[in-house]
């Protein structure tokens, strides 16, 4: 329970942020110490994980970072409903009242962008049964061979697809074709029940047991080859759930890994948005309402350790804040349309205003419907990066440093656009599961000019094997040959294929 | 207090442990720990324990900011080691990680790596240092002790007994028989004590190599036997043709020219040991390194005589390291070994390159003396 003096606070932000048009789950503050708070953060916010040693590198990290003041983790916010987010003790009122107008807009963000809107909202529950069940695991298989499984899971849990769960992806394996045919003759007989079905996160869809059994026991409709997949599909979890030779409690395992990825995955789908709306919404409730004269002074303190900008960085907080500014700006003055983009009279755009009012109704708008890679790709013009000296930097192997590579702004966008699509990890899919006609795995990786870390690729195809059984392929680039990186249990190769084998 | 992540945490200190005692050789012959060390901390560097993923490659990739400066620019920084808030996307940043470690930590993995016995210490059994802890409470002492909350609790007690306390107004007036006083008591210890001379050749064929060789094997040595004693005495004796006593930063930092008279640091150290370390009171340990060049034959012979009649008997162990040099020739270790044919506590250990530290701290610490 809060203190009488926060839970006040509490009100006075939530009164004035409701006012202010966000709309919010019910929100829970809990008091921590900064141990406590270091624990928590290594768990990505939530109370209980399973357990694992990776969560405890990241409590040393944020132990050593808080003991020598290299780090200081202010707001801390998990997308569930209640809302529950973590307050430090011994932080000043003003900083207090700041983290919690920010998480007002942080769970706004989460409760109406479209993108979390398959997120479960029991996650913290859900993480809670997760822990219980792998220590299940453990107590039955031994720490050991738990622990390597686990390992080896997170080291693939960057093959997803988040954007699956919002366009209707092929299906990707036969048994999904006749999920989908059932559902479709299902929605033919009974409209309201497959709209429930439909409900149903869909990249569970043939994850629950029912769905399993009844794939399992009626015999598809035949597809012609028994290759899998029939269509190429970046889920590779899932794929590997469907079709890996896995045992029972590894399942379990990968099925949480893969769920908590996907519940992340928004998260870092959103990164700058998510940032830059719950410091737009904080900035604008402290100055406006929330502080008064003798508080002005700390509040631009934190700010600006908030907003600060290091050389070869880039601060989602900062370039969220200004680019939702700008975007109200300019909605306000009508600064867009066709109008606004045939001008080409420099003093008549410097005082362009229509009056028309609609900033504060378009970053409204655009918090519900965008993600960072649209938010970038629709909004970023060559006027705001120009003003804020943006620049793209490279590693010069002649000063064996990074230096500035460009100020244009398709070089800049392009480059942001790069980094920010999938969340920054490469795009690998799997094409085929009988390559060669020896049950081999072949995945693909779709090369937009950047060429994977070829040691760390290889290791991950070691790690893939333990879970395939049989060896595993990767048709990648390097240095713009198209090559396969190959390993069959024992040893790695890598050959060079015909260039017309890579896509992308 | 403990937390829930305390398994996980010590998880992943019993893996980052292991990583160090699997990599300890390459540790000892780089020799960058010594440069870590801090008071009773180590700083150990370690090779990123990650997760291998698919991922780009970081030097291809660069990145977007914010800020002044013309193309071309460096930025002075590496943004990719940054703490990984900079890079748009949600991936950690790339932590070069450091693990910290007490010496004893490192002193156990050490022991552990090299299967070193624990120290029987010599006959110091004996020798007991009475210690005063005031840690008990009496019913008499001087007014100075007296320990008020004990004796306002007992005075509390008694009126609760006696019916006399009132809640409504808890007024609590001690006796004489209420007061209780800080006391000690007496515990007897036994006491170990141990000194380390280390003796050095500096004469002009000891290069820098060579010191960095005996910079880090003394490092390791003084790591496993501080462990193993309390509060131990070091010494530094440097040597080329005339020996002296040095403290710890000039005996490494020191570059002497000249002849090599072993003999001069052997006769120093007996007195040493003679006048300030008594052999039934003191663990002694003598490292000796050098090159092996000895000036002459009389010379060898008079190390021979102080050894075997004044310091062998006396001390624990005699360590000789002898580390290669382009210069010198060695033959004070094969002289040594002819002289000394089964040598008790005289350990011989040639150290020909810096991945022979380990093993040669192995044939020093390996005995258990």
Known sequence: ?504 | MSQRIDPDHSRFRQIVRGQIKGNLRKYISSGELIGKKGKDRVTIPMPSIDLPRFKYGSKDQGGVSQGPGDVGDGLGSDPQSGDGEGQAGNQPGQHEMEAEFTLEELARILGEELELPHIEPKGMRTIRAPRDKYNAIRRIGPESLKHFKRTFREALKRQIIMGSYNREQPIIVPRREDRRYRSWKESVVPQTNAVIVYLMDVSGSMGDEQKTMVRIESFWIDTWLRYQYKGIESRYIIHDTKAREVDQDTFYSTKESGGTMISSAYLLTADLIEAEYPSDAWNVYVFHFSDGDNWSREDTQKCFDALKVRLLPRINLFGYGQVKSPYGSGQFLHDLEEAFPHPENLVLSPIEDRNAIMDSIRDFLGKGK
């Open chain 1, 1 to 504: 329970m809060l203190p009488p003096y926060l839970q006040e606070m509490q009100t006075q932000v939530e009164t004035v942020a409701h006012a202010a048009g966000l709309d919010f789950f019910e929100t829970r503050f809990i008091l921590v110490d900064t141990k406590t708070l270091n624990e928590v953060a290594a768990y990505g916010g939530f109370p209980s994980r399973y357990p694992h040693w990776r969560f405890g590198m990241e409590y040393d990290r944020l132990a050593k970072g808080s003991r020598y003041g290299l780090s200081k983790i202010y707001e801390l916010v998990i997308n569930n409903d209640p809302c529950y987010a973590y307050l430090l003790e011994g932080n000043n009122l003003v900083d207090q009242k700041m983290v919690m107008a920010h998480v007002m807009a942080h769970n706004d963000f989460f409760k109406n962008n479209v993108y979390f809107k398959f997120t479960n909202r029991k996650m913290i529950d859900e993480m809670a049964n997760h822990a219980v069940k792998v220590q299940k695991i453990i107590d039955r298989i031994g720490i050991e061979s738990v622990e390597n499984f686990i390992d080896i899971c997170h080291s693939m849990d960057n093959l997803i697809d988040p954007y699956s769960l919002f366009i209707a992806r092929p299906p990707a394996t036969r048994r999904e074709l006749e999920d989908l045919i059932e559902e479709a003759r299902l929605a033919a007989a009974d409209a309201p029940e497959a709209e429930k079905k439909g409900a149903v996160r869909s990249y569970m869809k043939g994850f629950l047991a029912g769905d399993r059994k009844n794939a399992a026991e009626t015999p598809g409709p035949s597809i012609g080859l028994r290759k899998e997949p029939i269509n190429p599909t970046r889920d590779v979890l899932g794929f590997l759930l469907n079709c890996a030779p896995l045992e029972d409690w590894q399942r379990t395992i990968l099925e949480i890994v893969r769920e908590e990825a996907y519940y992340f995955a928004p998260q870092a789908m959103t990164k700058i948005m998510n940032e830059g709306w719950a410091t737009f919404w904080h900035s604008r409730l402290m100055t406006h309402h929330l502080i008064d004269a003798s508080e002005v002074i700390q509040f631009a303190h934190t700010t600006s350790g908030v907003t600060v900008q290091a050389p070869g960085q880039l601060n989602p907080y900062k370039m969220g804040v200004e680019l939702f500014r700008d975007i109200e700006h300019r909605w306000n003055r009508g600064m867009h349309g066709k109008a606004w983009r045939d001008c080409d009279d420099y003093e008549k755009k410097k005082h362009w205003d229509t009056g028309a009012g609609e900033g504060l109704q378009k970053i409204f708008e655009v918090r519900r419907m965008f993600n960072d890679v649209t938010f970038i790709d629709e909004f970023l013009t060559p006027e705001f990066l120009t003003e804020r000296l943006f620049y793209t930097y490279d590693y010069s192997r002649s000063k064996s440093e990074y230096v500035i590579s460009s100020r244009e702004f398709s070089e800049i966008k392009s480059r942001l656009l790069f980094q920010l699509t999938n969340g920054g990890h490469p795009i690998i899919a799997v094409t085929d599961s009988d390559y060669v006609n020896r049950g081999e795995l072949l995945l693909e990786h779709r090369h937009y000019g950047v060429d994977l870390e070829v040691p760390y690729a290889k290791s991950t195809l070691e790690n893939l094997f333990t879970i395939w059984k049989k060896p595993v392929n990767l048709v990648t680039k390097v240095k713009d040959q198209p090559t396969l990186l190959s390993f069959d249990g024992s040893d790695h190769s890598s050959r060079e294929l015909p260039v017309s084998a890579v896509g992308g």
